[in-house]
T-cell receptor, first 114, second 112 residues
Framework: DVKVTQSSRYLVKRTGEKVFLECVQDMDHENMFWYRQDPGLGLRLIYFSYDVKMKEKGDIPEGYSVSREKKERFSLILESASTNQTSMYLC?????????????FGPGTRLTVL | QKEVEQNSGPLSVPEGAIASLNCTYSDRVSQSFFWYRQYSGKSPELIMSIYSNGDKEDGRFTAQLNKASQYVSLLIRDSQPSDSATYLCAVKGPSSASKIIFGSGTRLSIRP
């Protein structure tokens, strides 16, 4: 079974703080993704990575950065948190390439920015 | 037009009946199609994937794909209260670099 863990289930931060969300997977998957999920907007891709030290912008990268120093770990960084970044953040992983790339999700981090 | 469209619901179905969830997509060259189930407050979990036209059955779940109509559906037979959740349709393009695009989800409620 793929196991994807995220550092916190719930997080409360203040406006302007630097926030780190961490995702760790134990299945040696090459691909890792960060999404945010908001009511009525569905899942939106923030950043993804196909390999160590590699990153690609998703659909809504503004205000975020990422780091992938090791294959199993993918961090999402909010450089200066704002209230509009209050959301559910989901990490996902998938293996290899080709058409049958199924994504497996972590439990999510519900972030509230005050 | 959204890339992946689903009726947001809620869709209310009596226990034991068939629940039918629908999804349309805009990119004609899409190759991979997924259905995820998401319980309230939880993360999505993959329940079905389908890659070729026709039906694919797994237990009480059947995924149906019609690429000509750009339409994918999920049927849940003998619906149970535990099937009450939001169902996300996801679509991926043909290349290894293609991203998965998720729909906003359909909320399904099974009434006893």
């Amino acid at each position: 079974d793929v196991k994807v863990t995220q550092s916190s289930r719930y997080l409360v931060k203040r406006t302007g703080e630097k926030v780190f969300l961490e995702c760790v997977q134990d299945m040696d998957h090459e691909n890792m993704f960060w999404y945010r999920q908001d009511p009525g907007l569905g899942l939106r891709l923030i950043y993804f990575s196909y390999d160590v030290k590699m990153k690609e912008k998703g659909d809504i990268p503004e205000g975020y950065s990422v780091s992938r120093e090791k294959k199993e770990r993918f961090s999402l960084i909010l450089e200066s948190a704002s209230t509009n970044q209050t959301s559910m953040y989901l990490c996902a992983t998938s293996s290899g390439g080709g058409i049958s790339i199924e994504q497996f999700f972590g439990p999510g981090t519900r972030l509230t920015v005050l | 037009q959204k890339e992946v469209e689903q009726n947001s619901g809620p869709l209310s179905v009596p226990e034991g009946a068939i629940a039918s969830l629908n999804c349309t997509y805009s990119d004609r060259v899409s190759q991979s199609f997924f259905w995820y189930r998401q319980y309230s407050g939880k993360s999505p979990e993959l329940i079905m994937s389908i890659y070729s036209n026709g039906d694919k059955e797994d237990g009480r779940f059947t995924a149906q794909l019609n690429k000509a109509s750009q339409y994918v559906s999920l049927l849940i037979r003998d619906s149970q209260p535990s099937d009450s959740a939001t169902y996300l349709c996801a679509v991926k393009g043909p290349s290894s670099a293609s991203k998965i695009i998720f729909g906003s989800g359909t909320r399904l409620s099974i009434r006893p």
